[in-house]
């Protein structure tokens, strides 16, 4: 039992002594005995809060920087009617800064023996679970003179996913890749190893795809046409070591990663090749196998949505053996690492040798724009300071490309909003060149 303001207000006028009673004190209180009557009546008629029955319902999953909703039903079961102000309470990280006050706090009547829907909205600011905390409930009496107040645990997860916004890029992508894959009109049609029809000869042509034999069935010239290889393996090897948790903007480098990744599986996904993920540093944080085409793109999505960069070395053999044994015949193992020249000499490097044997290799990793501004910058003896500072990092980092490069890896290096068209650029020119 608590005192509101509205009855200290009133025994503040009256001068007279008033107490709160709390659970195992005895006292005596000195009050007036029309505001004591007030007051405990108030208190008699305020709906008691424990036996209110709480569940929930609403969305599960949502993605980062879109809204969820998630629905409060509180049933009264008892006599007396329910005015309460009631608080729904989330880890900080659910809302927008500032809005969480008028997010989580509801007003609202319930009538004995009915039941009430209140709806929380939610706006996560970072991906992850995030889990339910308490529902407060302050239960007044009709004169708002006293409250009771109780808290019930109402347990809800709702998963914060990738925001996945390189998905714009999608449509120009299958655009290219239907043009690969024969089914629009173009005058040089993708090259493979499987066999797809004939057609006229039109200038422009290679001349390595006449058809002698059908043309001299035909009147006219008949060129091969050919598409490119489907059902091929594709991994997508994500490094949550160290380096992932490098901030470029406002995320770490590993958000901008798995954008790229999801742009490349949704893609791959379409052309019919089959995509794989895995996650790790010194243990395996996420492995997904096996899923189908449609269900692939929603299978990572919601395994990366958890992901969190460790601070710890990338175990680079212990990498490497996991990728081994993921994808045991012949597939495109993208990386999605760093270039940083310590990390990659003392990691990758000296176990690439095991990985390009068997398979094609492709390394992506995210540049900070920031350094490409530095380099530019001038004016000044601190400016001038930066840009050799730049200068130097930009060139360790083609070094490390290079390197790469001399033992058949393609590489893709390039800022946040560039990598995820840049890496689905180069699938499609290795699908293009048939080296898948």
């Not at 012949?330 to 398979?359: K, N």
Request: charged share 25%; glycine share 6%; proline share 6%.
């Amino acid at each position: 039992m608590a005192l509101t303001g509205r009855a200290a207000l009133l025994a503040a006028l009256g001068s007279l002594p008033v107490g709160i009673l709390e659970p195992g004190w005895t006292g005596i209180l000195a009050v007036n005995a029309p505001l004591a009557l007030a007051c405990a009546c108030d208190f008699a008629l305020a709906a008691p809060v424990r036996r209110l029955r709480l569940t929930r319902s609403g969305d599960t999953s949502v993605r980062l920087g879109e809204t969820a909703d998630v629905t409060l039903t509180v049933t009264n079961p008892t006599g007396r009617p329910l005015r309460a102000l009631l608080r729904d309470a989330w880890p900080p990280s659910s809302w927008q800064p500032g809005t969480e006050v008028a997010a989580s706090r509801h007003r609202l009547t319930v009538p004995a023996g009915e039941r009430r829907r209140v709806t929380t909205r939610l706006r996560p600011t970072r991906r992850g679970d995030r889990h339910a905390d308490r529902v407060t409930i302050r239960s007044y009496g009709p004169l708002g003179l006293f409250t009771r107040q109780a808290t019930h645990k109402v347990p809800w997860t709702v998963r914060v996913l990738p925001p996945f916004t390189s998905r714009k890029h999608l449509p120009s992508k299958l655009a290219r890749l239907r043009e690969l894959d024969g089914r629009t009109s173009v005058l040089i049609r993708g090259q493979g190893t499987e066999f797809d029809s004939l057609r006229e000869y039109v200038p422009g042509d290679d001349t390595r795809s006449i058809d002698w034999r059908a043309t001299a069935r035909h009147s006219t010239v008949a060129v091969r046409t050919w598409r490119p290889e489907r059902d091929r393996h594709i991994l997508l090897v994500l490094d949550t070591g160290r380096t992932s948790a490098g901030r470029v903007g406002d995320a770490p480098r590993l958000d901008a990663s798995m954008d790229a990744a999801l742009l490349l599986a949704a893609l791959a996904s379409r052309a019919g090749d089959r995509v794989d993920l895995l996650a790790f540093d010194r243990h395996v944080r996420a492995l997904v196998q096996g899923r189908p085409a449609n269900d692939v793109l929603p299978a990572l999505v919601n395994a990366m949505a958890t992901l969190e960069p460790e601070l710890v070395e990338t175990d680079a053999r212990g990498l490497t053996a996991t990728a081994l044994r993921t994808a045991p015949r012949r597939s495109l193992i993208v990386l999605l690492t760093t270039l940083d020249a310590a990390p990659m000499e003392a990691g990758i490097l000296s176990v690439l040798p095991q990985l390009t044997q068997r398979h094609t290799v492709l390394v992506a990793s995210v540049a900070d724009p920031h350094i490409a501004g530095m380099a530019k910058s001038r004016g000044n003896v601190d400016s001038v300071y930066e840009a050799a500072a730049a200068a130097q990092a930009q060139a360790e980092r083609e070094h490390s490309a290079e390197q790469l490069r001399r033992h058949g890896v393609t590489v893709v290096d390039a800022t946040p909003d560039d990598l995820a068209p840049a890496l689905a650029d180069a699938y499609l020119a290795l699908k293009t060149a048939g080296r898948l």
